[in-house]
């Protein structure tokens, strides 16, 4: 093919993806110029085109489509499987894209891009198809999603991707004079983007501002990227269709397309054509104009236009900007909000040196990522050295001995016969040389010394990290919530720097999350609140603060509205109890006291209806606590020296219990029994039952000396106190036998307030160790722990349909709880299945597996931790199961020798094969997926076809092989060696050739889990001793080891390879551990047993740990999707409420 015959060609193939007559006019304007035959001749290419039909698919006797009797094609209305067509957005020369409507199976707009009638030829549908395969491989914030893909009824394909309304990110920079320094900003976030792609194996190869659109989230502007139609794959084939690129085919868009694209050689495109288009786009973003002009290089033709990318060198961004006209200066510079000699002077320097490194023509002298160059930018904007520096002289003097080559060749003779007639010439430049070359060292030296100090810097704030993290587990055993906010929040990443965030980070994060469903608007003056109190008709809530400062400091009572939660009134007092406070049992009646200083002690009691004060009964003392009989028509109360039961109608004292030797008591207390007949008093250390009517005590109970809450069942058969200063446990007395029964146990610090339910099944309590316990008073376990206050919770109240209750403290703030809303999802969570032997994970993370001691298998939700199916019979005991490569199987092994192969979806039997007797533990596979490999008693190894399940071999391995289940074997991925251990070794064993390879020896028989890293050649042995060994498993090298405060149990590396969690005995029986720097992140779980296994979930979110008793616990992390997903509602639920303040 000669040269004018490839010009026809690749001038009529760009011709053809313009979208409109007009645009291909003025293009074959510019590339034709005045060769009248080659314009003749591609507008006659054109022109059969448009006329040409398929005949490869449409039927020999179909009529053809003429440009006079267009085809019918897709219009407004149009509806495609699941997707009604509403606005063509825009299209080329083989496809178009609509903005479509989907109502199923969840409604939202989409964009539908779909190749054009009559240009579905196989080279195009391969294009197509590689596009939508590039898209869906990526999965980043800022590219645009693939969510569905098809054909038409006419088999035309099609594929349907997230609707991005934005504008090019050069005109949203322009229109919103967004400064040089927030341009970068989003110029980083482009670059991330490009960096994930490039991770996946996706070069785009049509990076410029058209691509990028800005699209504000929440006021935010966020670039998508989009359009990856020529994208190429760098690592595996993006469609198994044939995608040929025609020789010397022109792909691209010239302003923005790297020489090495342009030139169309042998060399093969990377991820650094790319690099030079962003450098590109920078300069365009820097000075309003691309490198060379767009206009110019398409007017120029096509072989002039490859030589100007190719040879010709572009002026630097300050330089180009300063050649401009004055008024093009200015409206540049406004449109950057600065001036013009601000802006060169911006220009000048840093960023004149990352444009020119990201577009030089040797492609070896760019950035090698698009991380690189994000990392220079940012370099820049904290004032850092960057890696990007001026070209040397050098370098300067090849490119231009390549560009002139005849010139220099004759310009070399002459200094060559100069340099021969002068040696002492010939010296001075070799000096002068060695002198640049160490200049050009010691700069290499300097850059090194940076990035030295960068990755010393890192690891510094890696460190730093970790210790945070585990200081803010330790506040998560405290319940100290406000400390590990402010922890978690510290080390939230700053764009394009260091993300050291694990598990860790997103298991405290959700750890220090209200449980509250509201939080109260309270005044900033609020003091400290004893007691909070809901009427009866839930119309109202009192609350009773006080200023801890001094004894004398004065007592606030706010009146709120507990529908809409605002302050309807309050009132000042010099003093007056904390606690108070009471509504009356029907609601019309509020009783508080007041008193002290020069206001004499006196219970106040309101009608609710009005608030008016109804009546005041004196008191000679204090008064600690009030409660209203259940008619509403006595009133007891107590105070430092007397119990005293009221007629308060009358004002009448009707009996009057003394208290000897009084003492101080906080919580000092009185509670009627529901029948009314018979009253509580706790004073002075002592629990007093009397009897209403006569006045005599019928029973008396020791009491902690410090005073406590008191609370009586409904149906009177249990008095619940705390224990005060004591301790944490709450006191339960069967009044049928006055006969303390066992306490609940499980708050942190002393019990400030308890409260039952109207129906006696549960009991509220309140606690110093910021928590609020709700308790099944007929199983005595606690049902839900709730968090949010950030210091002692000093009361909690509950309304009359129990469906909420109201909190408050020393945090000075006011909480609302929803008590039958479902427990939160982050927590530790018991499984509440019994004697666990094992727990296995889907490969979706979404269901695990359990198999108990008796053989009893089951398959559970993994969110909601229900029970799906059981199999039946059960197999047996000492079972054990392991989920084949593929995740589509269990495979069982039994205690008898069976093997099981079950369907992993519903426990359906696929294969059953039998050993010699006796246990067959089931470990893994080979690296090829293609055989199962087992332990077998007498220590036997036999290895099985997966595609028949039938015994590939069997073969006596003469170790001592220890039978367990606890994870004491790996088989490192990509490899066919099994690690198992055998009385004090760890044995390498080669499954190709059923032999030992080697061993290492250990110093004792006990050894625990083993595992390895799925990132890099770590081995992890968990020991009898404290410590917790690292090897290298292919060079069999010691690595280092981890100490832990007891003997470690188990071991499991994260799916990442970053983490490492070891089990072993006692409180804070896990620990995790960073595998980079060995360093101790976290230690939690409050067992006191013995942890067998520990795993973590395949998606890094969950890890489980089963203990000797059989229970298996399981710790979930939110990932950070859903953390941001949550944050974001939060914010908008935040404006929400603010909106509706305002």
């Not at 003779?413 to 002068?422: E, F, K, M």
């Not at 319940?479 to 939230?492: A, E, K, T």
């Not at 009996?655 to 509580?680: N, Q």
Request: glycine share 6%; proline share 5%; net charge negative.
């Amino acid at each position: 093919m000669n040269d004018e015959s490839k010009n026809v060609k690749l001038v009529f193939a760009e011709a053809l993806e313009k979208a409109t007559a007009a645009e291909r006019g003025a293009y074959l304007d510019g590339a034709c110029g005045e060769d009248a035959d080659l314009r003749m001749e591609v507008e006659e290419l054109l022109k059969a085109h448009g006329q040409a039909g398929d005949f490869m698919e449409a039927p020999a006797l179909e009529t053809e489509v003429t440009l006079e009797d267009p085809a019918p094609t897709e219009k407004y209305g149009t509806v495609i499987s699941r997707y009604k067509l509403l606005e063509k957005l825009g299209e080329g020369g083989f496809g178009a894209v609509w903005a479509a409507e989907q109502k199923k199976p969840v409604k939202r707009r989409v964009a539908l891009k779909i190749i054009k009638l009559g240009m579905d030829t196989r080279q195009v549908v391969a294009r197509f198809e590689a596009e939508r395969q590039a898209l869906a491989m990526m999965d980043h914030p800022n590219i645009a999603k693939v969510f569905d893909a098809g054909a038409t009824e006419t088999g035309r394909p099609y594929f349907v991707m997230e609707l991005v309304r934005g504008i090019p990110i050069i005109e949203y920079c322009d229109q919103v004079k967004l400064s040089v320094q927030d341009r970068l900003g989003l110029f980083i976030k482009v670059c991330h983007a490009i960096q994930h792609a490039h991770q996946k194996g996706i070069i785009h190869r049509d990076i410029k501002p058209s691509n990028i659109l800005i699209t504000l989230h929440d006021g935010v502007p966020v670039p998508r990227i989009i359009d990856f139609g020529i994208a190429k794959a760098t690592q595996q084939e993006l469609t198994e269709m044939t995608i040929y690129t025609q020789h010397n085919q022109f792909i691209g868009t010239p302003a923005y397309m790297s020489p090495e694209q342009a030139e169309m050689s042998g060399l093969d495109i990377d991820t650094r054509s790319d690099v030079y288009s962003l450098g590109v786009l920078l300069y365009e973003l820097l000075t309003g104009r691309t490198p060379f002009d767009a206009k110019e290089l398409m007017q120029s033709g096509i072989d002039q236009m490859r030589k100007i990318i190719r040879e010709q060198e572009p002026p630097k961004p300050s330089t180009k900007f300063a050649t401009l006209q004055m008024d093009e200066q200015s409206t540049t510079a406004a449109r950057h909000a600065t001036d013009s000699p601000r802006l060169i002077s911006l220009l000048r320097g840093d960023l004149d040196w990352i444009v020119m490194k990201c577009i030089e023509k040797d492609r070896t002298r760019r950035y090698e990522t698009a991380n690189g160059l994000a990392l220079d930018v940012v370099r820049h904007l904290s004032n850092e050295p960057v890696i990007a520096r001026p070209p040397t002289v050098v370098y300067q003097l090849q490119k231009a001995w390549r560009r002139n080559k005849v010139v220099y060749t004759a310009a070399a003779a002459v200094v060559i016969a100069l340099l021969l007639g002068t040696g002492i010439s010939v010296w001075q430049a070799w000096i002068a040389n060695v002198a640049r070359e160490r200049a050009v060292q010691e700069e290499r030296r300097a850059t090194e010394s940076e990035v030295n100090a960068r990755e010393s810097e890192i690891k510094a704030l890696r460190r730093a990290y970790n210790s945070d993290m585990s200081v803010a587990f330790r506040a998560l055993e405290e319940n100290l919530f406000g400390r590990v906010q402010d922890i978690v929040s510290q080390h939230v990443p700053e764009p394009g720097g260091p993300d050291f965030r694990g598990w860790e980070w997103r298991y405290a994060w959700a750890q220090s999350q209200s449980d509250a469903v509201h939080i109260w608007d309270t005044p900033e003056e609020m003091a400290e609140v004893a007691a909070v109190r809901i009427s009866p008709d839930q119309r109202y809530l009192v609350s009773s603060e006080y200023y801890p400062q001094s004894w004398d400091g004065g007592r606030i009572r706010r009146l709120w509205s507990f529908q809409t939660r605002e302050e309807l009134k309050h009132v000042h007092l010099p003093l007056g109890s904390r606690r108070g406070v009471v509504f009356s049992n029907s609601g019309k009646h509020l009783a508080l006291h007041r008193g002290g200083l020069n206001e004499a002690n006196a219970v106040h009691i309101y009608e609710t209806s009005t608030w008016d004060l109804e009546t005041v009964i004196p008191s000679e003392t204090w008064i600690r606590s009030l409660s209203f009989s259940p008619d509403d028509e006595t009133l007891a109360t107590i105070g430092p020296s007397a119990a005293v039961l009221w007629n308060w109608r009358q004002r009448k004292i009707i009996h009057k219990w003394p208290i000897p030797s009084p003492k101080a008591g906080w919580h000092d207390s009185v509670a009627f029994f529901p029948d009314g007949r018979r009253l509580a008093i706790i004073g002075n250390s002592e629990l007093n039952i009397v009897d209403v009517a006569t006045g005599d005590i019928e029973h008396k109970e020791p009491a902690p000396v410090e005073g406590t809450p008191l609370a009586i069942s409904p149906d009177s058969r249990y008095v619940a106190m705390g224990s005060g200063n004591v301790n944490s446990e709450i006191r339960v007395l069967n009044t049928a036998s006055w006969k303390q029964e066992p306490p609940l146990t499980g708050h942190g610090d002393w019990v400030t307030s308890l409260t039952f339910s109207a129906n006696g099944e549960r009991l509220v309590s309140s606690s110093g160790d910021n928590t609020i316990r709700v308790w099944d008073m007929n199983s005595r376990a606690t049902t839900r722990v709730l968090k949010g206050h950030q210091s002692e919770v000093f009361t909690v109240s509950l309304t009359s349909d129990e469906s909420r209750a109201v909190s408050a403290g020393r945090d000075k703030q006011i909480l609302e709880w929803d008590l039958n809303a479902p427990l939160p999802e982050f927590r530790e969570h018991l499984l509440a299945e019994k004697n666990v032997r094992q727990v296995v994970f889907s490969a979706d993370s979404r269901s695990f597996y359990t198999i108990n001691r008796n053989g009893s298998l089951s398959i559970w939700d993994a969110e909601t931790f229900k029970k799906q199916h059981s199999l039946s019979p059960e197999l047996g005991g000492n079972s054990s199961i392991i989920l084949s490569a593929d995740g589509d199987h269990l495979i069982a092994g039994t205690g008898s020798g069976e093997l099981w192969v079950l369907d992993a979806g519903n426990l359906q039997v696929v294969a059953h094969q039998n050993a010699p007797p006796g246990p067959l533990l089931p470990v893994g596979f080979s690296a090829d997926g293609t055989y199962l490999v087992a332990l077998e008693s007498g220590n036997k190894i036999s290895q099985w076809n997966v595609d028949t399940w039938q015994l590939r071999s069997r073969v006596d391995s003469g170790l001592h092989i220890e039978r367990y289940i606890e994870r004491r074997f790996a088989l490192p991925p990509d490899s066919d060696i099994l690690l198992c251990p055998s009385e004090e070794n760890i044995v390498w064993w080669d499954l190709a050739q059923s032999k030992e390879q080697t061993r290492i020896l250990f110093n004792t028989r006990r050894k625990g889990g083993i595992a390895v890293s799925p990132t890099e050649p770590l081995l992890a042995v968990a020991c009898s001793s404290d410590f917790t060994f690292l090897w290298d498993w292919q060079t069999r090298q010691f690595v280092d080891r981890l100490r832990g405060p007891r003997i470690s149990h188990s071991v499991s590396f994260s799916p990442d390879g970053r983490r490492l969690v070891t089990g072993s005995t006692g409180k804070g029986t896990l620990m995790l551990w960073d595998v980079s720097t060995r360093q101790e992140i976290a230690r939690f779980g409050t067992s006191s047993t013995v942890v067998v296994t520990v795993q973590f979930s395949p998606d890094g979110n969950t890890i489980c740990a089963a203990d000797n008793g059989g229970i298996a616990h399981f710790w979930r992390a939110p990932s950070l999707e859903r953390i941001n997903a949550i944050e974001a509602e939060q914010r908008r639920t935040e404006r929400r409420w603010r909106h509706k303040d305002q």
